[in-house]
């Protein structure tokens, strides 16, 4: 007797051929419940997302988002098609962060596969995608380029051509927010089996975190407007503690009354945040550095 499934396998390296879109399933309409809760997830105390009043003074529509949520929010759409089988989220460039998202948007997500690279060991591969988030006007809202490696369903076969301590439950409740099922973030009897043997946090969280953490010196640089590149360096578990710091790369005047600064926010963990942790004279990254993240936010300017 034949048997079949209703589960969703999902994509595996073999998969994915240059050029393809994949159109993502299940719109989000995001809410202001959903903006309560990343508050309190993240610990996120930007006045813009805090306030509807501070909003509109800054510009804003009135009370939105955070870009990163909502970010996460078309991140969690692409994962049953891009990396249900990944074996890790390795790094992020050319984020566009294009309008903000107020409650009652609904998002919805789109990736072209964009390139493709088998890993020597044979049994994983790297897969790039551009993903586009457009809100319910077809607006586009955000989109960047991220790479992921992502397992073979067989090893065989060719290669295509072409300071905050995160709990389970903690990260648990943040991924299934975004609506983010990746195997590795959940299911824990099968990642005892992975090189890990252990389930990984999913990377976003910790992007949120660190940023979360950067408010002290940072309080008016709330708003990001790019992000240039990310880096997922190393692998965050449950029990671990984050710290981060920054750094000002860049800065540039955008108007009379506001100007831009390009930061490096450096995610650690269990280490001393104020040793600026980063590379050795290699360039190569420290092991405790779990976070490499270059991107411009909005400053107020001085009057």
Known sequence: MATSTKSNPGNFFEDFKPGETLIHATPQTVTEGDIALYRALTGNRYAQYSSAEFAKG??????????????????????????????????YADGRILRPVEPGDTLRAS????????????????????????????????????????????AASPAPEEVMTVEEAEHQIATRLYQNTAKVHFDAHGQKASRFGKRLIYG???????????????????????????????????????YAWSEVLAKAELSETCGALRLRLVAVKDADPGAFIHKDEAGKHDPRVLLDFDYWAAIPRAR
């Open 111 to 154: 990736s072209e596969v964009i390139g493709v690279k088998e890993n020597s060991n044979g049994k994983t591969g790297v897969v790039w995608v551009r993903t586009k988030g457009v809100n319910q006007r077809g607006e586009e809202v955000i989109s960047y380029v991220r790479w992921v490696m992502i397992n073979k369903r067989n």
């Open 204 to 242: 976003g969280v910790v992007i949120s975190i660190a940023r979360s953490l950067a408010f002290n010196g940072l309080e008016n640089a709330g708003q990001i407007l790019a992000i240039n590149a990310g880096t997922h360096v190393n692998p965050l578990f449950a029990g671990d503690t984050i």
């Open 58 to 91: 800054a510009g804003l529509p009135g009370l939105c988002a955070d870009p990163l949520h909502a970010f996460h929010i078309v991140f969690g759409k692409t994962v049953p098609d891009i990396s249900l089988n990944a074996v890790a989220n390795l790094g």
